[in-house]
């Protein structure tokens, strides 16, 4: 286009519909330079063959023959004559010199505006397009910010160091005032830097990179675990509300085959339950071991969670492979209230694994006087035996219970039942006193014949004195909380 002669002797007015088209782009410099950074190979067009970066610096070149032309050079004195009190004064702005991790190549102007609006105060985010420019290499960022003195931005940016960590800023001064200074990270990722904010529970950084085009909110750490996983883990209730919100995938499960859901259920974060089952979570997915939710819930004593998921529909009374369910997990970790639950909800509380094991060993061996007595009262027969002919009174006389041991031998649980090996719960007796309780007992019965062993008092048979849990579900890693 030849300006000149379009603009000779043009009025006012006709300068302004000649230059109408282009007034968006009369300094289209930032444009160029933006476009090369972040429009790299990017086509369009009918047929998208035609490159961005070309046809802006053709479109640059026609427009700066309008912008030196002498006649919009007259319009600009013109104007700064009329307007020249209203125009802001930039030699006196504050200058923000930031610098950025590489991935943020990849982002696009609506990133930067972003960044700028969650950077400065409410007031002080004018247009990004007069006020920035790019450097080449690492992104370095220059913003001159109209309105705000040196100072009060120093403060106000000091007080957002985390935040600015997390999004990919690794170095920013006010003027020549360090605000941040770090080391360029070569492996940092939006990915991972999601991770991270969740991790530090910054849900103002978490919202910020979930707003960018280029970051994959399902990411996975080594683990498998996601950014939701991980803010269940922790309890951030707002983190878990923004993923959700943000689309995040409720049912991937990490290596060992965790969910959010489970998670939740884990650390009886029932809010969170609600949520993620409102956004379509599967609660009937299951852990490697089999394991599922309400399961879960019960080996950690989860009430609420127990209550929730099956009256969400959890199946309470499935079975793993190894035939373990939840009743036997709440038993066997002491849990009253759930054992107490789980019966008015008629679970069978005589099941039995494939070693012969059932909840009332579980409850004995591990000293659990409240459920010993519960399932007493279910007419449990305390005389059953396992697969190697261990009964409960033999759990619970080689882990020390004294108690219990009293109340089976109340309740007619056999002292001379002998394991596989030949040995009775005398034999198992981990203290004195059980083993004086059991000769009490076994004299009051008639019963004056001992075991020639019987003296042998601490000398049980491995795997039959150990007071840990035998099946319960292997936790979280996570458990500061």
């Not at 590489?102 to 007069?130: A, E, T």
């Not at 009060?152 to 920013?172: C, D």
């Not at 099956?310 to 035939?323: A, L, N």
């Amino acid at each position: 286009m030849h300006w000149n002669d379009k603009l000779t002797n043009a009025s006012l007015d006709e300068t302004f519909n000649i230059i109408h088209p282009f007034y968006d782009f009369i300094d289209c410099s930032l444009i160029v330079d933006m476009s090369e950074v972040f429009l790299q190979n990017f086509k369009f067009g009918n047929d998208g063959k035609l490159d961005i970066v070309s046809e802006l610096k053709k479109y640059k070149e026609k427009a700066d023959k309008l912008r030196f032309s002498a006649q919009v050079k007259h319009l600009d004195e013109a104007l700064q004559a009329i307007y020249k009190e209203h125009i802001p004064d930039t030699s006196n702005m504050p200058m923000i010199s930031m610098k950025l991790h590489n991935p943020w190549h990849g982002s696009n102007i609506n990133g930067l505006s972003l960044l700028i609006h969650n950077l400065l105060p409410v007031g002080h985010q004018q247009s990004i397009m007069k006020y920035i420019t790019i450097s080449f290499g690492c992104i370095l960022i220059k913003y001159s910010v109209h309105g705000s003195t040196a100072d009060s931005l120093i403060e106000y940016t000091g007080e957002k160091l985390q935040f600015m960590h997390l999004i990919g800023i690794f170095s920013l001064y006010i003027n020549d005032h360090p605000v941040l200074q770090e080391d360029e990270n070569m492996n940092f990722t939006f990915e991972l830097a999601l991770l991270e904010a969740v991790t530090a529970g910054n849900n103002e950084a978490v919202k910020f990179l979930l707003q960018l085009e280029t970051v994959n909110i399902d990411h996975t750490n080594e683990e498998g675990k996601t950014a939701l996983m991980l803010a269940c883990e922790r309890g951030h209730e707002d983190i878990v509300l923004s993923l959700l919100f943000a689309g995040a995938n409720v049912n991937i499960q990490d290596n060992e085959g965790w969910t959010a859901l489970m998670i939740a259920s884990e650390y009886n974060h029932t809010s969170f339950i609600n949520m993620l089952l409102q956004a379509n979570a599967n609660p009937h997915l299951k852990l490697s071991d089999g394991s599922n939710a309400v399961m879960i819930a019960c080996s950690n004593g989860n009430y609420e969670a127990v209550e929730l998921l099956i009256s969400k529909g959890v199946d309470h009374k499935y079975q793993r492979e190894d035939e373990v369910n939840a009743f036997m997990l709440a038993c066997e970790n002491g849990h009253t209230q759930i054992v107490e639950l789980l019966l008015k909800k008629k679970v069978d509380p005589n099941v039995q694994t494939k070693d012969g094991w059932n909840t009332f060993m579980l409850a004995c061996q591990n000293g659990h006087t409240q459920i010993v007595k519960l399932l007493l009262k279910e007419q449990v027969d305390p005389n059953v035996q396992t697969k190697d002919g261990v009964t409960a009174l033999m759990f619970a006389s080689s882990n020390g219970h004294h108690e219990v041991v009293r109340l089976l031998l109340e309740w007619k649980a056999d002292p001379t039942i002998k394991s596989r090996k030949g040995s009775t719960a005398l034999k198992y007796a981990k203290t004195e006193e059980i083993s004086a309780l059991i000769h009490s007992y076994m004299h009051k019965k008639g019963n004056t014949k001992l075991e020639e062993d019987a003296a042998s008092v601490h000398s049980f048979e491995s795997g039959y004195g150990t007071g840990s849990s035998v099946y319960s579900i292997k936790c979280n890693k996570y458990v500061e909380h």
